[in-house]
Every structure is written in C-alpha cells, then in structure tokens.
C-alpha cells in the first residue's frame, strides 16, 4: 500500500514538473494572413488546454520568412507556400524533423456583396471588372498573389489585366480592398472567402491552373522546448483539424 502510494505520488510530482515549464512557456507563431480566423480559434484551444500562452503574428509569407531570416524570435511558422519555408531551410533555421505539409486551399475570384452573380473565367472577367481594380496580394512575393497570376496566365488573361491590378501586401489586404467595395473583383483563398461575409466567390479557379497551394509548418531554431513541442502536435491533432476544415481548408495526411 504505501509503496503504491509512493509511485502515485512520484507520479503526480512528475507530472507537475512536467506540466509547470509548459504553462510557463510562450508560444510565438508566424502564420500566413490568410490562416487568420483558424489561428484565432486555434489559439484559444491550445492556451486553454495547456495553459500556454500563444502570441500569433501574421502577415504575408514572404514577410514572415524574411523577419525570421533577421532573427525575429518565432517558435513556430506556417507558410502558404513551400517555397518560403524552403527559403529557411535551406539557411539552416528549421528545427530538424518537425517541417510537414500541414493544408491545402484553393483559389476563388470574389465580388462586392453576399448576392454577386457567378461568372466563367475568361471575356465574362474582363467585361465585370470594367475600368475598375482587380485586388491582389503582392504577386512577386505573396503567395496568393503568385498563385493568382499564375492562374490569370493560365487563362490568357494576364497580359490584359495586369494594368488594372491593385497589389496589396498580403491576400487579406486584398480582401478587403473587394469587401469595402474599392474593388470590383479580387483574387484570394477559398478560405478569405468563407472568412468574410460582405463578399461572395462569382467563380473558382480549378487546381491545375496554378502551381498545387500548400501550407508547410515548422519549427524555428535549433532547439525544440516542450511547449513549441506541444503546439505542433495540436496543430495536427482533432481540435485543429476541426477548426481548419470549418475555415474551409483542406487538411494533409501524410
């Protein structure tokens, strides 16, 4: 009996020990724009698990990957394209053995307002937009805006419009461009959509007209800690994916 009670109480010091670094930990995440509304709930589920704190910044990719190539202190960062992360890779800043395809989204042409009739790609696109401003996020480095042109090219479409696009740093910036009715059209993720409801998708962009969208996570640093070690694992857990999937994303097995 007591020997029994001495592993239980051993056991539950253990735990206390264990537990005790987490909760005193901060979790700093750096997530595309576009995960905004899955972070949101994310972060609350995790701080209300663990008790850790999360601290979630989000901007374009491009603009978190080169923070991080600065020495901005990350733990964690969740890119919207393979490219970026490939970028931090390649300098040696990923912590070994946790970078994985996390989702997948897909790519949608939006209007001003819940009741936008659809329209096909092609004439039909130049004809809506008039002499208004196609909304973008910054195509040269964002990734929704190198998916976007990507697909415009695929179209044919490119060289016409390239004149009426309005580039904004990253694809919720975009968005609201359209929503606020600055822009009568708009190229962002299926996901912005669902996120935002003062404007609707008037057509989709089908996956073989862009290079395949994909989201990577990682963890920053060549050290691991427990918390961050947590996060990660939550982040593929059922309470993540639930979330993710209800924004609408597409969740990867692997």
């Known amino acids: 009996m007591r020997a029994a ?24 995440v750096f997530a595309a724009a576009s995960l905004a509304n899955a972070m949101a709930e994310i972060e609350t589920g995790f701080e209300a698990a663990t008790g850790t704190d999360v601290v979630v910044s989000l901007a374009g990719s491009s603009a978190l990957a080169r923070q991080i190539q600065q020495g901005a202190p990350a733990d964690v960062f969740l890119s919207a394209n393979t490219d970026w992360m490939d970028v931090l890779d390649e300098a040696g800043l990923l912590t070994p053995g946790t970078r994985r395809d996390l989702l997948g989204n897909a790519l949608v042409l939006i209007a001003p307002g819940p009741d936008a009739p659809p329209l096909e790609i092609g004439p039909d696109l130049a004809a809506r937009l008039g002499d208004g401003r196609l909304a973008m996020a910054l195509m040269a480095a964002v990734p929704a805006g190198i998916y976007g042109k990507a697909a415009l090219e695929h179209y044919g479409l490119w060289e016409a419009l390239s004149p009426q696009v309005a580039q ?34 008037v057509a989709r962009f089908p996956a073989d007209s862009h290079p395949p969208i994909v989201y990577p996570v990682a963890g920053i640093g060549g050290q691991d800690s427990p918390a961050r070690h947590a996060f990660l694992a939550y982040l593929t857990g059922p309470e993540a994916r639930a979330a993710f999937v209800r924004q609408g994303f597409t969740v990867r097995t692997e």
């Open 5 to 28: 009670m001495r592993r239980s109480l051993s056991l539950a010091a253990t735990l206390v020990l264990l537990a005790a670094p987490l909760r005193a930990e901060t979790v700093t």
């Open 168 to 201: 904004a740093d990253n694809v919720r910036a975009a968005l609201a461009l359209v929503a606020t009715g600055e822009a009568p059209l708009g190229i962002v993720y299926a996901t912005d959509a669902v996120a935002e409801d003062r404007v609707s998708v």
